[in-house]
């Protein structure tokens, strides 16, 4: 067998006691644990579908004029607005995976869909031409991010980079950068501030974690990440997905809460605006 944060099928709703605890101590040493493998589920096809329904759609518009979006496209919302988005989102076999992570009571917080066209450069900051990042408010909320490979993610067509272990480091990388202690553009210089500031883990490397479609994994809030540049000349898909625990309080950097869904066990703690799912799209 591959070891756990390599490709290969694994599920915590197929394996043993022994490999479930495997992949949770692999995962909260590390930051980030997977590929599994979900398949080509009705849930995925269906959602490709749309996507690429949409991009269609938006690619035959007039520039001049501008028609409604489909919820599927919602940035960051999408897991209150679209069906489509909620039923990838939350299969059985994703959710077993969080649950091993979080506990058997589960709040969906965020679902937002990726497109990345030809020569796009992965997730970059128009502001401030920045590729690499941590998710902060996951960060402090000790939450899951689920990746979904809609279509496949690799290092041609673009596919997520992490670097191991760095989630435990409580970095503020935006202020580093201003201090000019790394560039945020450039992934050695993330290697360098990382083996500056934990010479004990150093030297720190990069993994990249390609995906097959149908393909998930899953990293811990504060993990330094980035995305690798699309050089296919297919547009790349993807679905990404958050979860917590109800017990902390999930708010926006404005301090106004952010809609939830309940999708395991139940929330006795009420300190979270909780919404229903979707029921269309």
Same mark, same amino acid.
């Given at each position: 067998m591959q070891s756990i944060g390599s $490709?290969?099928?694994?599920? $915590?709703?197929?394996t043993n006691l022994n490999q479930t605890e495997q992949?949770? $101590?692999? =995962?909260?040493?590390?930051?980030f644990v997977g590929p599994f493998t979900?398949?080509?589920?009705? $849930?995925?096809?269906?959602?490709?579908?749309a996507m690429s329904k949409e991009i269609e759609n938006s690619q035959a518009q007039d520039t001049s004029t501008?028609?409604?979006?489909?919820?599927?496209?919602?940035?960051?919302?999408?897991?209150?607005t679209s069906k489509l988005v909620y039923d990838l989102s939350t299969e059985p076999q994703i959710l077993d995976d969080v649950a091993d992570f979080l506990g058997s009571n589960l709040l969906f917080w965020m679902a937002e869909t990726i497109v990345r066209e030809p020569g796009h450069d992965g997730h970059i900051v128009k502001k401030t031409g920045q590729i690499w990042h941590i998710d902060v408010i996951n960060g402090w909320i000790k939450g899951v991010h689920t990746s979904i490979a809609v279509t496949d993610m690799t290092m041609k067509t673009g596919c997520l980079l992490v670097i191991p272990g760095t989630h435990k480091y409580d970095a503020d990388l935006p202020a580093l950068e201003e201090a000019g202690e790394c560039d945020l553009t450039d992934a050695s210089s993330l290697l360098r501030l990382a083996d500056r500031m934990h010479p004990e883990n150093a030297p720190h490397?990069?993994?990249?974690?390609?995906m097959k479609a149908?393909?998930?994994? =899953?990293?811990?809030?504060?993990?330094?990440h980035g995305v690798s540049r699309n050089n296919d000349t297919r547009t790349r898909f993807g679905l990404v997905a958050r979860f917590a625990r109800p017990d902390v309080e999930i708010k926006n950097f404005a301090?106004?809460?952010?809609?939830?869904i309940v999708v395991r066990g139940e929330d006795s703690h009420q300190l979270n605006l909780l919404k229903t799912p979707p029921?269309?799209?």
């Open positions: $490709s290969q099928t694994y599920s $915590s709703s197929q992949k949770v $101590s692999f =995962f909260e040493k590390e930051g979900l398949g080509q589920t009705a $849930s995925l096809v269906a959602l490709r579908d501008e028609s409604p979006q489909s919820p599927v496209m919602d940035r960051r919302i999408a897991h209150i490397q990069i993994k990249a974690i390609e149908g393909q998930y994994c =899953f990293t811990r809030g504060g993990i330094w301090g106004n809460p952010i809609p939830c029921e269309k799209d």
